[in-house]
Nanobody
Framework: VQLVESGGGLVQPGRSLRLSCAAS????????MRWYRQAPGKERELVAT????????SYADSVRGRFTISRDNPKNAVYLQMNSLKPEDTAVYFC????????WGQGTQVTVAS
């Protein structure tokens, strides 16, 4: 199982970023996928989930209405579109597969600051 996150960076509050996660080594289309984040000194937090088909999504209250999770099964990829970013969104973001909960990538750093 390999998960490679990308797309993070330094952005000003109110701006947008799109994160990508490239998955391999497992049957991607059979797994619901999640985005987590971990801020310094805090526990890892579930941000968004998408079903295996992409037909169902859910979000943490802190990001609902600002973030959108999506997936492309033929490309084995999951995305997180983040709009109206806030300083409290600063964290390392990770993707994760439901059937492989102990496999993590290196994450991608998102820093929201003026």
């Amino acid at each position: 199982v390999q998960l490679v996150e990308s797309g993070g960076g330094l952005v000003q509050p109110g701006r947008s970023l799109r994160l990508s996660c490239a998955a391999s080594g497992f049957t991607f289309s059979s797994n619901s996928m999640r985005w987590y984040r971990q801020a310094p000194g805090k526990e890892r937090e579930l941000v968004a989930t998408i079903s295996s088909s992409g037909g169902s999504t859910s979000y943490a209250d802190s990001v609902r209405g600002r973030f959108t999770i999506s997936r492309d099964n033929p490309k084995n990829a999951v995305y997180l579109q983040m709009n109206s970013l806030k300083p409290e969104d600063t964290a390392v973001y990770f993707c994760n597969a439901r059937l492989h909960p102990n496999n993590w990538g290196q994450g991608t750093q998102v820093t929201v600051a003026s």
